[in-house]
């Protein structure tokens, strides 16, 4: 049925997070549509509930419970449309619960389209658990092996949710890419019926009946346009849009529960990550500026851009800070970690805990060294997202840096470790410290978690999803000044002067190395100048360049990050300590 959205006024939203489940209620308050309320319920998607639903009323109770408006009927259903007794317009629903697709890459020379494939299955939720290369010299993650024998033994030791394989331009490769086929089709063969994954072919276009040949009948074969068409020219629409309805397929559609959940909602529901994507480019397209969305969550963390017209999107889903906070460490040494800690902890300690993490991973820290661990490894996982962006950005006007974040007029953060920070000075500091923003940004928090849920919103009724994102959806941290550069500590960075809406003004110089944080209240604006000395730029893309800009405040201000850029790690462990101890203070904290 399709609703007309002018006639939608009260709509429930479900937030469905492998740890969490979240119901948000949005209605008409006057003439505006507002958030009324929203309670949140740990995940049930696992043993020993095995549904997602329990989660899911558990939460909907609560709104009822806050609101006094019955929601549920008395067999747990959702009343809806609204009636003089109770329920609600419309449902939306967006999960992140289901585990990220299995795959096998298989593919010929891992620096053309190989590289290709894994920078498309950045995009989607999917994690490349074993890889065959057909170049010069075959090699894979798993295994040492590089006959059609080895490939076979990776597949059935594997038994991945699909396999991948990519190579050969068009009307390029043959012998290298038949052979991957042929390998695949007997490790599928050899597995039962119902646990033969399915086959995507997005290589040479030249050769998909000779692929189709040797897959036959007994696999499922996915054909799709090749990820690299040729040496200049990459392709990774086909291969993402070919995943992402695997994914719903075979991951979300096999949810505990997720039927009901989906014949509840009123429009398709969406996976969390791209729902947030979503968000952050209508952000970006409200006064056409540079925005950036971050969002770590417990099972799965998330990077989307636009830079100019440029979307782009990665998605880690073997990384959160719940169930598989340990799988960092296959990346990031444990000393990478403590390097944001004000106190000393071994990398042992940090390795225990982070693994005892992935056993208890409903647990929330108890302690001041347990909070800011966590915050820690957030701030490694974003570094990894940048690490994975950084490519991907274009050149142009807003990226002065090679190796910084292009200029982002907006930096949203989200996800559990940084809304639930105890204070927004902890909440900035490990989006500067992670991020490392050049020039003059915004940073605001998903302090509700509604930027994700409000693309699901926005599909059914976008004003509504327009007038909440305005009023209730961002808190505003404040303004941030981050000059690019360096110098001996304790020189003279900059000298800015403020000119405040009311007459007043302010003059001060600022140190290297150090952060200030000047008071300008939510909804106030000022007009800043920005004076820097000759070794540093304020993002105009020029060393000793002055510029004056107007800024706004929140709950922080103005935030003046004279840490430099790239932001300078002591190699002294205590030295370090030291440091982070006091931007913290710096910051509030």
């Known amino acids: 049925?399709?609703?007309?959205?002018?006639?939608?006024?009260?709509?429930?939203?479900?937030?469905?997070?492998?740890?969490?489940?979240?119901?948000?209620?949005?209605?008409?308050?006057?003439?505006?549509?507002?958030?009324?309320?929203?309670?949140?319920?740990?995940?049930?998607?696992?043993?020993?509930?095995?549904?997602?639903?329990?989660?899911?009323?558990?939460?909907?109770?609560?709104?009822?419970e806050i609101t006094g408006w019955p929601l549920l009927n008395s067999q747990g259903q959702i009343?809806?449309?609204?009636?003089?007794?109770?329920?609600?317009?419309?449902?939306?629903?967006?999960?992140?619960?289901?585990?990220?697709?299995?795959?096998?890459?298989?593919?010929?020379?891992?620096?053309?389209?190989?590289?290709?494939?894994?920078?498309?299955?950045?995009?989607?939720?999917?994690?490349?658990?074993?890889?065959?290369?057909?170049?010069?010299?075959?090699e894979s993650t798993s295994s040492a092996n590089d006959d059609i024998q080895g490939q076979v033994e990776l597949l059935l030791n594997l038994k991945p949710d699909a396999v991948v394989i990519v190579g050969g331009i068009d009307g390029g490769a043959s012998r290298p890419v038949l052979q991957a086929a042929e390998a695949m089709a007997i490790g599928s063969f050899t597995l039962p019926h119902g646990d033969r994954p399915p086959i995507v072919y997005a290589g040479n276009a030249d050769l998909r009946s000779e692929v189709a040949d040797i897959v036959g009948a007994e696999a499922e074969l996915r054909a799709i346009d090749n990820v690299r068409p040729s040496l200049d020219l990459e392709n990774p629409?086909?291969?993402?849009?070919?995943?992402?309805?695997?994914?719903?397929?075979?991951?979300?559609?096999?949810?505990?529960?997720?039927?009901?959940?989906?014949?509840?909602?009123?429009?398709?529901?969406?996976?969390?990550?791209?729902?947030y994507a979503y968000t952050v480019q209508y952000l970006a397209s409200l006064d056409g500026i540079n925005v950036l969305g971050v969002d770590v969550g417990g099972g799965t963390s998330t990077m989307t851009s636009r830079v100019g017209e440029h979307l782009d999107l990665a998605i880690r889903s073997d990384v959160g800070l719940s169930y598989n906070a340990a799988r960092l460490l296959d990346e990031v040494p444990a000393e990478s970690i403590s390097r944001w800690l004000p106190f000393e902890m071994e990398p042992a300690e940090i390795?225990?805990?982070?693994?005892?993490?992935?056993?208890?991973?409903?647990?929330?820290?108890?302690?001041?060294?347990?909070?800011?661990?966590?915050?820690?490894?957030a701030r490694e996982i974003l570094r990894l997202l940048r690490k994975d962006m950084m490519p991907r950005w274009p050149d142009g006007a807003s990226r002065l840096y090679a190796d910084l974040l292009p200029k982002f007029h907006l930096i949203v953060g989200g996800g559990g470790v940084l809304a639930n920070a105890p204070t927004p000075g902890q909440a900035a500091l490990m989006l500067l410290d992670a991020l490392q923003p050049v020039g003059v940004t915004g940073l605001v928090l998903d302090k509700s978690r509604l930027v994700a849920p409000l693309a699901a919103v926005a599909m059914l009724n976008p004003l509504a999803a327009a007038q909440v994102t305005e009023r209730d959806a961002l808190q505003n941290l404040g303004t941030v000044v981050a000059p690019v550069g360096s110098a001996r500590e304790g020189d003279i960075a900059l000298t800015f002067k403020i000119d405040y809406d009311d007459g007043r003004t302010l003059e001060?110089?600022?140190?290297?190395?150090?952060?200030?944080?000047?008071?300008?209240?939510?909804?106030?604006?000022?007009?800043?100048?920005?004076?820097?000395?000759?070794?540093?730029?304020?993002?105009?893309?020029?060393?000793?360049?002055?510029?004056?800009?107007?800024?706004?405040?929140?709950?922080?201000?103005?935030?003046?990050?004279?840490?430099?850029?790239?932001?300078?790690i002591a190699q002294d462990p205590a030295v370090q300590r030291e440091k982070m101890q006091r931007w913290l203070w710096d910051m509030g904290s």
């Open 1 to 64: 049925m399709t609703l007309d959205y002018m006639s939608v006024e009260s709509i429930l939203a479900l937030d469905c997070g492998s740890t969490a489940t979240q119901a948000l209620l949005i209605d008409r308050v006057n003439a505006d549509y507002r958030l009324i309320a929203r309670a949140e319920a740990p995940s049930t998607v696992e043993p020993p509930w095995n549904d997602l639903m329990a989660s899911v009323r558990q939460a909907i109770t609560q709104i009822s």
């Open 79 to 138: 009343i809806t449309p609204q009636q003089q007794s109770g329920g609600v317009d419309a449902v939306v629903v967006i999960t992140s619960a289901s585990p990220p697709l299995r795959l096998l890459l298989a593919g010929v020379m891992r620096d053309i389209s190989l590289d290709s494939a894994q920078r498309a299955l950045s995009n989607t939720y999917a994690t490349v658990e074993g890889l065959v290369c057909l170049g010069r010299r075959g």
């Open 237 to 275: 629409g086909p291969l993402q849009v070919e995943l992402e309805e695997l994914y719903r397929q075979r991951k979300m559609g096999r949810l505990p529960g997720f039927g009901t959940l989906a014949s509840w909602s009123s429009v398709p529901v969406l996976p969390t990550a791209k729902a």
């Open 351 to 377: 390795r225990n805990i982070l693994q005892n993490k992935a056993i208890h991973y409903r647990t929330l820290p108890q302690t001041r060294e347990d909070l800011l661990l966590e915050q820690a490894v």
């Open 508 to 568: 001060v110089e600022v140190s290297y190395g150090s952060l200030e944080v000047i008071p300008l209240a939510t909804g106030q604006t000022a007009d800043l100048e920005l004076r820097p000395t000759r070794r540093f730029d304020v993002g105009l893309g020029t060393r000793g360049q002055a510029g004056t800009t107007k800024v706004e405040g929140g709950v922080l201000g103005i935030i003046i990050d004279a840490r430099g850029r790239p932001l300078p």
